[in-house]
């Protein structure tokens, strides 16, 4: 069983009980995976993540936009470390996918 990451709303969660009332807002994606967790960044900053428009990426100078590989491991570590911080809930749920 893998954890699902889930964006939801808390509508009640009474004294004493252990789980809350909750409205699913989106499923995210696999846990493990980068891109449910960037969701999951974007999604708990209001961030709208849409494609640029002509005019915007006619700006742009004429480059190679990648991260070089050695750069990569580290910006993970950041963005796995910042994602430990998050203050709004995003739910890790157990799903059966294998």
Not at 89 to 93: C, N
């Given at each position: 069983m893998e954890r699902e990451l889930v964006a939801a709303q808390i509508d009640e969660w009474t004294e004493g009980s252990i789980c809350p009332k909750a409205l699913v807002i989106r499923?995210?994606?696999r846990a493990k995976e980068i891109k449910p967790q960037i969701s999951a960044v974007l999604f708990e900053h209001a961030i709208r993540a849409a494609d640029f428009?002509?005019?915007s990426?006619?700006?742009l100078r004429d480059a190679p936009w990648k991260i070089p590989p050695e750069e990569y491991d580290v910006s993970i570590k950041i963005f796995y470390n910042a994602s430990m911080m998050r203050k709004t809930?995003?739910?890790?749920?157990k799903s059966?996918?294998?």
């Open positions: 499923m995210l994606g428009s002509p005019e990426l006619s700006c809930l995003i739910l890790g749920s059966k996918h294998q």
